[in-house]
């Protein structure tokens, strides 16, 4: 059932069976785009500004979480969500957190990252980060912690983890083509997971 609603508004934003490459001129026109459009200008704003750094001050609090860095481009790229990412350091390897908050719906999504290290820090420095960390948390932890901030103080839901790869057959954006076009793309933005 929730499939089928949020499919539905996909629909109102993407337009079905237009090709972004080989129509582009007509996709550009197309109603369900120009919605998208007006949303995604709309954020691209000085309230959009005021909007994230009230976003941030939710997690100023936390000794970890008030390192998160605002990773939102919204120009150009025209992601349809605000991005938020953080590097910890766990048992020597550099791991990141992005958190990601839709802008047309009340959801949110965590991903989890890993990283070389080693390209930006030495073993040694590692170590020094690490055992200047005041936090004993782990990343499962901290990303309890951020959902239930981002739950219970913006009053978000976790996107069903189920459906962020269910393919919408005849929706195609951006470099993403006809046939590709994941749930997750509708309400985030064009990465694939």
């Excluded at 047309?104 to 200047?132: C, N, S």
């Excluded at 976790?158 to 195609?172: C, H, V, Y």
Aim: with cysteine.
């Amino acid at each position: 059932m929730i499939e089928d609603v949020l499919t539905n508004f996909v629909y109102l934003y993407y337009p079905k069976n237009v090709c972004p490459w080989d129509e582009r001129d007509k996709y550009l026109k197309t109603v369900e785009y120009n919605r998208l459009r007006k949303i995604i200008d709309y954020f691209d704003s000085e309230e959009n500004l005021r909007i994230r750094d009230n976003i941030k001050k939710e997690f100023e609090n936390d000794i970890v979480l008030k390192e998160f860095q605002d990773f939102s481009t919204l120009d150009g790229c025209e992601d349809r969500c605000f991005t938020f990412f953080l590097n910890i350091f766990e048992n020597g390897e550099l791991l990141s957190i992005s958190l990601h908050i839709s802008l047309l719906l009340p959801y949110y999504v965590i991903r989890r990252g890993w990283h070389h290290a080693e390209l930006w820090f030495t073993k040694e420095k590692i170590e020094e980060l690490e055992t200047q960390n005041l936090d004993s948390r782990k990343m499962d932890d901290i990303i309890l912690d951020i959902e239930k901030i981002v739950e219970e103080k913006l009053l978000y839901q976790k996107f069903p983890q189920t459906l962020m790869n269910t393919i919408i057959s005849d929706i195609g954006f951006q470099d993403i083509y006809i046939g590709h076009f994941k749930m997750y793309n509708g309400f985030f933005n064009n990465q694939n997971i």
